[in-house]
């Protein structure tokens, strides 16, 4: 009993021992693991200081080149300052010192003469001499968001704007001009402008009137069809759509009139518009980004802080340097410098883009100029595929015939013959059926009959059960060719019905051909003339 006691109590210590031993390599685990992350995230850090720590270095170096342009850093800052005292209406700031060979400087006297209303030729030649293209995105972008678009010229928007890259590609200045332009920022025909080097570029077989139609709805009905005249429905389908989705698209009021975001930022602080709805407004433009702080990335507001924050010529590369630089000592996301140049995606999926943006008319209808004379011949294809002639009659197949339809109901003739064919051959009993029920019924009667009688009364009870059987199977044979005749009686009322709502549903298609095709008329006509407006 002792040793019993003994055992008992040491198995238990073992026990113990055993679980703190797994508990402890858990623990042990852990540690590793944490301390695995800690170092992880450790070298991490001291790669991160080292990274910043270098472009420190770097940074201040490349500060010393720049210690040769602090007149063109303080023109920069002056340029900044008239936009932002433009767009607030209060009064501009003490002019800066003119740099020479830097178009930034004339380019900012221009646009004070522009924007007061007494255009000085004299500096807009002068910076059109030193920077043509920049000189022409500054003076048309500024004008657009200090709503001065009557005097932005379209040749220096077609100059800003230039022509897209032969691979259908656009660079972010492009885009901005484009969506300037669809905001109203240029007026009507700097819009027009715009569209035409737009549509330019665009892929005429761009599969444009899919991309209309899906913002559409139809108006057709969804009653009973003919596979005969599918193609001619999916076609009037298509078309109602296509018009649903052009007429809500031009109906939206909102982008008759100029966009009131297109402003720059300092003179929406000043707009009488309730604080809580252009919050709202600017929110769903610009992904939560605050546009007092910071205007998004794809405005004309950045863009110009872009355009100004570039630099002179001989500084351009050394301040891009510097911005990336910057970024990684502050911590920043790090990422390449931004330009005017970079790509901002193909012409065909921007205009995807914007036609399906409900929630911005300016840019789905601008989008809808560019693609509507693209798409107009797919839409012309289409109408004629809804108008073809309406057919005499229709076909039903019925498995091994083919019934002729006709409004006025099946060709008799040939339903006969289908009707004939499908209960022909439905609960007839075949002498192979009734081989195996006749042969035990027979068999069992010479079992209890013959052996029965002759022999020993256990042949009697044999006998009977073989004759069972053979009842048994004769029942199910009977079952099943009243099962046949049932299968063979609905197949026939299934055609029958075919054929009724066939015919049923030609009359209907026959008797308006009239109203289908004054529809379809009326759905081009207005595509027509709103595609092409």
Same mark, same amino acid.
């Given at each position: 009993?002792?040793?019993?006691?003994?055992?008992?109590?040491?198995?238990?210590?073992?026990?113990?021992?055993?679980?703190?031993?797994?508990?402890?390599? &858990?623990?042990?685990?852990?540690?590793?693991?944490?301390?695995? %992350?800690?170092?992880?995230?450790?070298?991490?850090?001291?790669?991160?200081?080292?990274?910043?720590?270098?472009?420190?270095? !770097?940074?201040?170096?490349?500060?010393?080149?720049?210690?040769?342009?602090?007149?063109?850093?303080?023109?920069?800052?002056?340029?900044?300052?008239?936009?932002?005292?433009?767009?607030?209406? /209060?009064?501009?700031?003490?002019?800066? =010192?003119?740099?020479?060979?830097?178009?930034?400087?004339?380019?900012?006297?221009?646009?004070?003469?522009? &924007?007061?209303?007494?255009?000085?030729?004299?500096?807009?030649?002068? =910076?059109?001499?030193?920077?043509?293209?920049?000189?022409?995105?500054?003076?048309?972008?500024?004008?657009?968001?200090?709503?001065?678009?009557?005097?932005?010229?379209?040749?220096?928007?077609?100059?800003?704007?230039?022509?897209?890259?032969?691979?259908?590609?656009?660079?972010?200045?492009?885009?901005?001009?484009?969506?300037?332009?669809?905001?109203?920022?240029?007026?009507?025909?700097?819009?027009?402008?715009?569209?035409?080097?737009?549509?330019?570029?665009?892929?005429?077989?761009?599969?444009?009137?899919?991309?209309?139609?899906?913002?559409?709805?139809?108006?057709?009905?969804?009653?009973?069809?003919?596979?005969?005249?599918?193609?001619?429905?999916?076609?009037?389908?298509?078309?109602?759509? /296509?018009?649903?989705?052009? +007429?809500?698209?031009?109906?939206?009021?909102?982008?008759?009139?100029?966009?009131?975001?297109?402003?720059?930022?300092?003179?929406?602080?000043?707009?009488?518009?309730?604080?809580?709805?252009?919050?709202?407004?600017?929110?769903?433009?610009?992904?939560?980004?605050?546009?007092?702080?910071?205007?998004?990335?794809?405005?004309?507001?950045?863009?110009?802080?872009?355009?100004?924050?570039?630099?002179?010529?001989?500084?351009?590369?050394?301040?891009?340097?510097?911005?990336?630089?910057?970024?990684?000592?502050?911590?920043?996301?790090?990422?390449?410098? &931004?330009?005017?140049?970079?790509?901002?995606?193909?012409?065909?999926?921007?205009?995807? +883009?914007?036609?399906?943006?409900?929630?911005?008319?300016?840019?789905?209808?601008?989008?809808?100029?560019?693609?509507?004379?693209?798409?107009?011949?797919?839409?012309?294809?289409?109408?004629?595929?809804?108008?073809?002639?309406?057919?005499?009659?229709?076909?039903?197949?019925?498995?091994? &015939?083919?019934?002729?339809?006709?409004?006025?109901?099946?060709? %008799?003739? !040939?339903?006969?013959? =289908?009707?004939? =064919?499908?209960?022909?051959?439905?609960?007839?009993?075949?002498?192979?059926?009734?081989?195996?029920?006749?042969?035990?019924?027979?068999?069992?009667?010479?079992?209890?009959?013959?052996?029965?009688?002759?022999?020993?009364?256990?042949?009697?009870?044999?006998?009977?059960?073989?004759?069972?059987?053979?009842?048994?199977?004769?029942?199910?044979?009977?079952?099943?060719?009243?099962?046949?005749?049932?299968?063979?009686?609905?197949?026939?009322?299934?055609?029958?019905?075919?054929?009724?709502?066939?015919?049923?549903?030609?009359?209907?298609?026959?008797?308006?051909?009239? /109203?289908?095709?004054?529809?379809?008329?009326?759905?081009?006509?207005?595509?027509? %003339?709103?595609?092409?407006?």
């Amino acid at each position: 009993m002792n040793d019993w006691w003994t055992d008992r109590k040491q198995n238990q210590q073992l026990e113990s021992l055993a679980s703190e031993m797994s508990y402890a390599r &858990h623990e042990a685990s852990n540690l590793r693991s944490q301390l695995s %992350q800690i170092q992880g995230s450790l070298q991490s850090r001291v790669d991160s200081l080292s990274r910043a720590f270098d472009a420190f270095v !770097e940074l201040s170096d490349l500060r010393h080149d720049t210690a040769g342009f602090l007149d063109a850093a303080e023109l920069r800052r002056y340029a900044a300052r008239v936009l932002s005292a433009m767009a607030s209406g /209060t009064e501009l700031p003490e002019a800066a =010192a003119p740099v020479a060979r830097y178009w930034l400087s004339p380019a900012t006297q221009a646009l004070i003469s522009l &924007h007061a209303g007494t255009p000085d030729e004299q500096a807009i030649s002068t =910076a059109l001499e030193l920077d043509q293209r920049r000189t022409s995105i500054y003076l048309s972008l500024a004008l657009a968001v200090l709503g001065q678009r009557h005097q932005v010229q379209n040749e220096w928007l077609d100059v800003a704007f230039g022509v897209p890259a032969a691979d259908g590609t656009l660079t972010r200045v492009q885009r901005v001009l484009w969506t300037t332009a669809a905001r109203g920022g240029f007026g009507a025909d700097g819009l027009e402008l715009v569209v035409k080097r737009l549509q330019s570029a665009a892929s005429p077989d761009g599969n444009w009137l899919s991309k209309l139609e899906n913002r559409g709805s139809s108006s057709r009905s969804n009653g009973p069809r003919l596979k005969a005249t599918q193609d001619q429905d999916e076609a009037a389908d298509r078309l109602s759509r /296509t018009r649903n989705a052009v +007429e809500a698209i031009l109906a939206n009021t909102e982008a008759r009139e100029p966009d009131p975001d297109l402003a720059y930022p300092e003179a929406r602080k000043t707009d009488s518009t309730p604080a809580d709805a252009k919050s709202s407004r600017r929110d769903t433009k610009s992904s939560g980004r605050d546009a007092d702080d910071e205007p998004a990335e794809d405005s004309a507001a950045a863009m110009l802080r872009l355009l100004i924050s570039e630099g002179s010529e001989p500084e351009r590369e050394t301040l891009a340097r510097i911005a990336v630089l910057r970024a990684r000592v502050t911590g920043a996301a790090e990422a390449a410098a &931004h330009g005017l140049d970079d790509s901002a995606g193909s012409v065909d999926a921007l205009l995807a +883009e914007d036609l399906s943006l409900a929630a911005d008319p300016h840019l789905s209808t601008a989008a809808l100029r560019v693609v509507g004379p693209l798409a107009l011949p797919a839409v012309e294809t289409v109408a004629q595929t809804a108008d073809r002639p309406a057919p005499s009659e229709v076909s039903v197949d019925s498995g091994a &015939h083919t019934i002729t339809i006709r409004a006025d109901g099946a060709d %008799q003739l !040939e339903l006969g013959k =289908a009707t004939s =064919a499908l209960t022909a051959s439905a609960g007839v009993m075949s002498t192979a059926d009734r081989v195996t029920p006749i042969g035990l019924l027979v068999g069992g009667a010479v079992v209890a009959v013959g052996l029965g009688l002759l022999l020993h009364w256990f042949w009697i009870v044999v006998g009977l059960v073989v004759m069972a059987f053979g009842l048994n199977s004769y029942v199910k044979l009977r079952r099943a060719i009243d099962a046949d005749k049932t299968r063979a009686a609905g197949e026939v009322t299934n055609l029958n019905e075919r054929c009724d709502s066939a015919a049923a549903a030609l009359a209907s298609y026959l008797k308006n051909t009239d /109203t289908r095709k004054a529809a379809i008329a009326d759905d081009l006509a207005t595509i027509r %003339q709103q595609l092409t407006a």
